[in-house]
């Protein structure tokens, strides 16, 4: 089971973008998927989270600009970025916890980072 993050890629102020996080592989379930960000110096950061129970977290520095979304059928995670900064520039990350096998415990996967950058 691997997670495959696209979508990233180089916008100016106020543009969008959408970021993608796939699920390959088979799995029985997904508790929780999200995407962190992180720039170089700094740590890894939550930018946004769904859980199976429709829990939505934001980072106060995005809400109302980003969006999170899961499709279940697809076993995706989309995060829709609108109004972006230049303060978003970052490598986003796909992270997401998943039972594999039932009954399980969850595990937690991180995918590759995509890279996102904004300019003013």
């Known amino acids: ?13 106020g543009g969008s973008l959408r970021l993608s996080c796939a ?4 799995i ?4 929780r998927m999200a995407w962190y960000r992180q720039v170089p110096g700094k740590q890894r ?19 109302g600009r980003f969006s999170i979304t899961v499709d279940g059928a697809k076993k995706t995670a989309y ?5 972006l900064k230049s303060e978003d520039t970052a490598v986003y990350y796909c992270n997401a916890a998943l039972t594999v096998t039932a009954p399980s415990y969850p595990t937690e996967f991180w995918g590759q980072g995509t890279l996102v950058t904004v300019s003013s």
């Open 23 to 26: 699920v390959s592989g088979s």
């Open 1 to 13: 089971v691997q997670l495959q993050a696209s979508g990233g890629g180089s916008v100016q102020a």
């Open 79 to 83: 995060l829709q970025m609108n109004s």
């Open 45 to 63: 950061e939550l930018v946004a989270r769904r859980t199976a129970a429709r829990i939505t977290t934001y980072a106060d520095s995005v809400k």
């Open 28 to 31: 029985f379930s997904w508790n």
